[in-house]
Structure formats: C-alpha cells, structure tokens
C-alpha cells in the first residue's frame, strides 16, 4: 500500500515496532512497565491502543499545513471532518475522538532503541484547539472551524529522527480486530518482505508478546476474519504466513 501526505508522513517505523500502541481497540490501562522486542523497547503510562493510533495517523494523514514553532514543536492545520471521515464510514463521532484525544494527551512515553543514542520521552499530541479558519458546514448551513494540533515531544522527535513511512491510514481503521491492524502497521513499516512471507504467529508475538495458547489461537480467528479487509490493504494471508500482495494474486 503506498500513498501519503507531502505535509508530514503517516507513521515512523518505531511506532509500529515497539508495541507503542497495545494490538486492541479497547486497551487496558499500562502503568509504565516496560514493552521489549528486537527493535527497541517502550513502556507508556496511559492507555493507548489501535484506535489512538488511528486518530494520530489520521490527523498526520490529513494535515493540511505545517508550523514548526520556535520552540521546537510542530504545529498542524487539520480538517476534522476529514479526519473523522478516515476514521469511519459511519461517522466516527466527535464525542469518541474527543475521547481518544483526551487519552493522547494524557500519556506519557519512552522509546529507547539502538538507532537513537538518546531516549524518546513525552507525549504523542499536546493539544487541539479551534483555528479562525473555517470551512462551509453542509449539516447545519453555516462554518465550522478548522483544528490546529500540536504534537507531543515524543511524536515530534519520531518524526525528525525516525524512519517516515507513507501511506494512506484509511483502510487501516476499517478493519475489526486490533490485533489485525497492530500487524498491518508493523508489516507496513519493512520494506523487505522474508521469503514466503512472515509466519503468522511471529507476527503475533511481535506485537503482542508471548501469549497463552488461547490468546493465539483468538489472535489467528481474529485475522482470518479481517482476510478481506487486510487484502485492501494490500496483504494476504496464506495459510501460516502473511504476505504482501502480488499482481499475479489479482
């Protein structure tokens, strides 16, 4: 799956790596502990999971302008209903992305991994508030105002220093189960594909960790039921593997 946005890029490769986000849309509640894999580990404070990061890929999908602030920050102009729009077909409502922001506000994350002689510490978004641009609002006849995001420090640094992945988030946030889009996002982020694909349960433990044998067994149900929605992404999965599409598989 290819695609982006020249404003700022989708995603980093760390997020997806380092079980940054927890592979569930309804995520529980992490006290700081911390998160190890191959790449690098994390622990967040806070509680943050595959809708939060849909809402972050989206507003980074979606950002119309870019402000870098003296004091280092970046602030973006995005449209809402755009964002809202990428989030869900049905309309995702502003009560629960007002949740999910809420949420991203209030963690707090470190990142350490061998490509960074620093540790990544702080927040994915610092605050929305209203712009005085507006835009004609087709429900109610009159404006509605644009929203200027400031990201957090952490998602700051990630995207001066960490590999930029491009892509369109939409396909993303429509499939079902978050261990499915946990995987897509981790896919995603390598661009050498392992002969054959990568092994399913691999995949599983990489941004889950090590799970009972029920939990996995759940994990494998949940993909096969979002086959057809992984498949517009561009991935297939062929019995025990999962690999990204090819012109002969259309």
């Known amino acids: 799956m290819s695609g982006g946005n020249a404003v700022t890029p989708t995603s980093t490769t760390a997020q997806a790596r380092v079980m940054l986000y927890q592979p569930s849309q309804r995520p529980r509640w992490s006290q700081g502990g911390w998160m190890d894999t191959s790449f690098g580990r994390c622990r967040v404070t806070g509680r943050l999971g595959q809708r939060h990061a849909d809402i972050v890929e989206a ?33 995702y409502s502003f009560t629960q992305m007002r949740k999910l922001l809420a949420e991203l506000r209030a963690a707090t994350i470190t990142i350490e991994t061998p490509q960074f002689d620093f540790p990544i510490i702080g927040g994915l978004i610092d605050h929305v508030i209203p712009s005085e641009l507006k835009r004609p609002d087709p429900l109610t006849g009159g404006e509605r105002s644009l929203w200027r ?22 396909p993303i946030a429509r499939l079902y189960h978050g261990i499915s889009q946990a995987i897509a996002r981790h896919v995603l982020s390598h661009k050498i594909e392992p002969t054959g694909g990568w092994y399913l349960d691999t995949l599983i433990v990489a941004v889950a960790g090590n799970l009972p044998s029920k939990a996995m067994r759940d994990a494998r149900f949940r993909l096969k039921k979002d086959s057809a929605g992984l498949w517009a992404i561009g991935l297939v999965l062929d019995g025990i593997r999962i690999r990204k599409r090819r012109t002969s598989d259309c």
């Open 59 to 91: 507003l980074l999908y979606r950002a119309e302008r870019r402000r870098d602030v003296s004091d280092g920050g970046i602030e973006l102009l995005v449209d809402p209903a755009r964002v809202r729009k990428t989030l869900s077909d049905s309309g």
């Open 149 to 170: 995001v400031r990201l957090g420090v952490a998602l700051v640094m990630l995207l001066e220093h960490d590999l930029s992945l491009y892509y369109d988030p939409t």
